[in-house]
Every structure is written in C-alpha cells, then in structure tokens.
T-cell receptor, first 116, second 116 residues
Framework: DQQVKQNSPSLSVQEGRISILNCDYT??????FLWYKKYPAEGPTFLIS?????DKNEDGRFTVFLNKSAKHLSLHIVPSQPGDSAVYFC???????????????FGQGTILTVHP | DVKVTQSSRYLVKRTGEKVFLECVQD?????MFWYRQDPGLGLRLIYF???????EKGDIPEGYSVSREKKERFSLILESASTNQTSMYLC???????????????FGPGTRLTVL
C-alpha cells in the first residue's frame, strides 16, 4: 500500500525552464511534507518542506505547493540548472501527536534530468 | 558538520550468510532509521530506533533485525541473506523534538549490498 506516490519515474527539462515534480498521498493523517534530493552514490539530502497549515513554501529557486483537498503536492524548480539533475523523493510525516519519532514515508522518486 | 557514516559502501555476500551493516552518527541524535532503496519503490523503512535498546518495526522488517547498544550506533542485521535483499541500504538519524518531525533527517552515503 503506497501511501505516497510519485507517478512520474522521470522528467527531462531544458536548462533555464521550469521543472515540476508531483507527489500524491492517501493518508489524511500526514501533516508535514518534505522533498529530498539524491545524487548517485550519496545519501538523500533535505531540500524543502511544508506544513499542512500552509499551501506554499519558497526557498530560492525551489517552491513547494500543497493542495490538501486533492492530497497533492508539487515541487517547482525555476530556473532549472544541470546541477539539479538528481533523483527527487517526496516524503510525508504524521507528526502531530508526538508519536512519529521523525518517521517519514517516502515516494518512489522521480529522476530529473536537466539538459544544457 | 553533521555526519552519518556507514561501515561499507559496497558489500558482496553469499546466500545464507549473516550480514551486519553498521551506521554511526556523531550528532547525538535520539532517532535512527534503516531504509532500503530499490528502483521504482523508493525508500522503504525497515526498522527505526528512538532510544538506546529501543526499536520499532518499519514497513518491511521481515528478514532483518537491528541492534542499538549505544546512542551513536545502529546496526542492521540480515540473519540469513537472500538474493531479494540485494539493495541499497541507507541509514538516517534525526534529533528528538517532542515527536514533531523536523527537516533534518540526515542520511549516510548508503551501502550497496549484493547477495549472490
């Protein structure tokens, strides 16, 4: 039962254009969402997050949008750069209530390729 | 600087062998996690620990056990390795924040395990 889904295994974008990565979730208890970026032979690194009380969070070229009614979030990268080429994982947590222990549920990942 | 280290980057074992994967963090974090990453499946949680000698099953604990004798060290044990345990294994840690998830789940570089 995949509670966090990234339905696009890969995405190819031209340098300078916008990259949009999508993520859907089914568990209505999730209240915190994160995006991680992973290069080959390295562990994932945190990129950006959003709480369920917000619908948008921005950090430089990265913006995450949350649509709670649709149980959907997206990561926008503008402008895309070749160094952004990596695997992007969406993750979610049911943190409220003090029992999550920081436990995250991850999606399958989307391979982003940014062409020069 | 935050550091999670894993004992091996690459490991090749034979079916039936007992395998130990070691993870050490130097950030004094309470929570530690073991994931496996497989293409098309993303990161799946095997086990996690929220304190010394405490452990909780994740989503796919079958065939694995863990040990946390010291706060900084979390070991994953494959009691009798099988070919379907060939995977990338990732360790992560995060501090205790009263149960609230944080942005800072730090990952190690991963161990690529091949079981022949």
């Amino acid at each position: 039962d995949q509670q966090v889904k990234q339905n696009s295994p890969s995405l190819s974008v031209q340098e300078g254009r916008i990259s949009i990565l999508n993520c859907d979730y089914t568990n209505s208890m999730f209240d915190y969402f994160l995006w991680y970026k992973k290069y080959p032979a390295e562990g994932p690194t945190f990129l950006i997050s959003i709480s369920s009380i917000k619908d948008k969070n921005e950090d430089g070229r990265f913006t995450v949008f949350l649509n709670k009614s649709a149980k959907h979030l997206s990561l926008h990268i503008v402008p895309s750069q070749p160094g952004d080429s990596a695997v992007y994982f969406c993750a979610a947590s049911a943190g409220a209530g003090g029992t999550s222990y920081g436990k995250l549920t991850f999606g399958q990942g989307t391979i982003l390729t940014v062409h020069p | 600087d935050v550091k999670v280290t894993q004992s091996s980057r690459y490991l090749v074992k034979r079916t039936g062998e007992k395998v130990f994967l070691e993870c050490v963090q130097d950030m004094d974090h309470e929570n530690m996690f073991w994931y496996r990453q497989d293409p098309g499946l993303g990161l799946r949680l095997i086990y996690f620990s929220y304190d010394v000698k405490m452990k909780e099953k994740g989503d796919i604990p079958e065939g694995y056990s863990v040990s946390r004798e010291k706060k900084e060290r979390f070991s994953l044990i494959l009691e009798s390795a099988s070919t379907n345990q060939t995977s990338m294994y990732l360790c992560a840690s995060t501090p205790f924040t009263g149960g609230l998830v944080t942005d800072t789940q730090y990952f190690g570089p991963g161990t690529r395990l091949t079981v022949l």
